[in-house]
């Protein structure tokens, strides 16, 4: 499955990052960094909230922008101006040829809470988001136990971040409620092998409580989408190819979230 080989790749990197720099010493640095931005709230504010993602590739789609270390940051500009409420960065640089540096520079362009997208499997990588200028952590119910789940949480909240917690099954959001998620999302993307059912999240609504911030992921491409999406009473999206590929994504925002 390609989430193992995800999973794999992502363990050795995290221990050639630990001999490169201690966990005791990113841990520190994070400890010493100011609060950012505040994720939960832009996405609670009233209408549809948009996570609008930064990515080059994935293992489904291949290279998605050929050209992205020269628009990155120009899509970025256009999120934000479009009304996206927090921006999804990519920085798995096996699989999603993702970076830290375009994190990195992207918190020095927007004033967006940014979320880390990686594949959360150790406590290394929450520290170092924090370091890098993230505001939230991506938590995967699929790759974490229970007890690994209620750790990194808490680890979020201690550092001032927060998490978006995402299953994909009725299951998995049973864990991520017990666990105290605050922010659950639903993925239509099956990460075993990336199909994509695109009714997934509408299925899962009602299985979240209105307390909850509630987030439907993947395959999400137009208005007509999202406008389906709000009427099911879900709070926010978080887009990803669709805007990539737009000509013009600030529009294509305004219409996303005015649908």
């Known amino acids: 499955m390609i989430l193992d080989e995800i999973a794999e790749y992502t363990k050795e990197r995290v221990r ?7 966990l005791y010493a990113v ?6 960094r100011p609060q950012g931005k505040d994720f939960r709230a832009a996405l609670a504010a009233p209408g549809l909230s948009v996570i609008a993602e930064l990515k080059k590739a994935s293992p489904s789609k291949g290279v998605i922008a050929p050209d992205f270390t020269d628009i990155y940051l120009r899509k970025a500009a256009e999120y934000e101006a479009g009304g996206a409420a927090a921006i999804s960065c990519l920085t798995e640089p096996q699989f999603f040829q993702g970076s830290d540096a375009y994190l990195q520079a992207v918190r020095q362009r927007v004033e ?11 406590e290394y990588q929450i520290y170092e988001a924090k370091c890098i200028g993230a505001d939230a952590v991506l938590l995967i119910c699929s790759l974490l136990s229970a007890a690994q789940l209620g750790e990194y949480l808490a680890q979020a909240q201690e550092l001032g971040l927060s998490a978006l917690v995402e299953a994909h099954t009725a299951g998995e959001v049973q864990q991520a409620l017990a666990a105290g998620a605050e922010i659950i999302g639903v ?6 092998d990336f199909s994509v059912n695109p ?10 409580p209105a307390s909850k911030i509630f ?17 099911a009473g879900v709070q926010a999206v978080l887009v990803g190819e669709a805007l990539m590929r ?3 994504a600030a529009a294509m925002l305004k219409e996303m979230r005015d649908a």
């Open 215 to 231: 987030v439907a992921e993947s395959g999400i491409k137009c208005a007509a989408d999202t406008q389906a999406l709000k009427q």
């Open 199 to 208: 009714v997934n999240s509408l299925r899962l609504r009602d299985a979240i």
């Open 246 to 248: 737009s000509a013009d």
């Open 112 to 122: 967006l809470p940014l979320l880390r997208k990686d594949f959360t499997l150790d």
């Open 16 to 22: 050639a990052l630990k001999a490169h720099k201690s």
């Open 187 to 192: 993925n239509n993307r099956n990460l075993k």
């Open 27 to 32: 841990r520190d640095e994070a400890e010493g």
